[in-house]
């Protein structure tokens, strides 16, 4: 089992940055961990992913160029810094982690993923 909890949401005007964390708990043997948002009425969304098995991070083209993903392993902890945030950037992130890494075609599909946070919110005013 994996825990993990994010923090960091808040609201921000357009323009602004956010970074998220998210600590990672109990087993550290996951092949890949990702930050998700979903929006209201809205699929969840896959925005980024550390994968273990070739070490890269990978990025939707939504946020690449304005989104950073970085780890701490001392801390098992795992950033999201967002930064030139826009209105359309507003959700519930979410922080998951999966036993499998299926390449990076498939990093954005929800159901890859084994273990969830809570989410946090992030909203951007205009």
């Known amino acids: 089992q994996v825990q993990l909890v994010e923090s960091g949401g808040g609201l921000v005007q357009s323009g602004g940055s956010l970074r998220l964390s998210c600590v990672a708990s109990?087993?550290?043997?996951?092949?890949?961990i990702a930050w998700f948002r979903q929006a209201p009425g809205k699929e969840r969304e896959g925005v980024s992913c550390l994968s273990r098995a070739d070490g890269r991070t990978y990025y939707t083209d939504s946020v690449k160029g304005r989104f950073t993903m970085s780890s701490d392993s001392a801390k098992n902890t795992v950033y999201l810094e967002m930064n030139s945030l826009k209105p359309e950037d507003t959700a519930v992130y979410y922080c998951a982690a999966g036993w499998n890494w299926y390449g990076d075609s498939s990093f954005t599909r929800p159901r890859l993923y084994d273990f969830w946070g809570q989410g946090t919110q992030v909203t951007v005013s205009s």
């Open positions: 109990g087993s550290s043997n996951y092949y890949v």
